[in-house]
C-alpha cells in the first residue's frame, strides 16, 4: 500500500473528481442520443438537425473527456508524489542482495 502525504492526496481527490464530472458529462450526452426515425419527416431539415446534434453531442463528449484525461494524470501525478520518484529495481542477474 502507498502512504500518501496532503500533496499526493490532494492529487488523488482532485483526480477522482475529475474523471467522476467527465464520466458524467459522457454519459449524460449519450443517453440524450436520439435515432434519426424519432425526428421530423422533412428530409432537408432532418438532414440539417441530425448534423447539428450529432456536432453538439460530440463537442460534448469531448469536453467530458478532457476531464476524464486530466483527472486520470491526476491520479497518476499523486501516485508518483507518493512513491517519492522511487522506482522497484529488482536486482540484476548475477549480483547479490
Do not use: K
Amino acid at each position: 500500500m502507498i502512504r500518501a502525504g496532503s500533496l499526493s492526496a490532494s492529487f488523488m481527490v482532485t483526480g477522482i473528481l475529475l474523471v467522476l464530472v467527465g464520466l458524467t458529462l459522457c454519459i449524460r450526452t449519450i443517453m440524450r442520443l436520439r435515432w434519426v426515425s424519432q425526428l421530423r419527416d422533412v428530409l432537408v431539415e432532418t438532414a440539417r438537425g441530425v448534423i447539428h446534434r450529432r456536432n453538439r453531442e460530440q463537442r460534448a463528449l469531448s469536453f467530458g473527456a478532457v476531464f476524464v484525461v486530466a483527472g486520470l494524470a491526476c491520479y497518476l501525478g499523486a501516485v508518483v508524489i507518493a512513491r517519492g520518484g522511487r522506482t522497484s529495481r529488482s536486482p540484476s542477474v548475477g549480483s547479490c542482495a
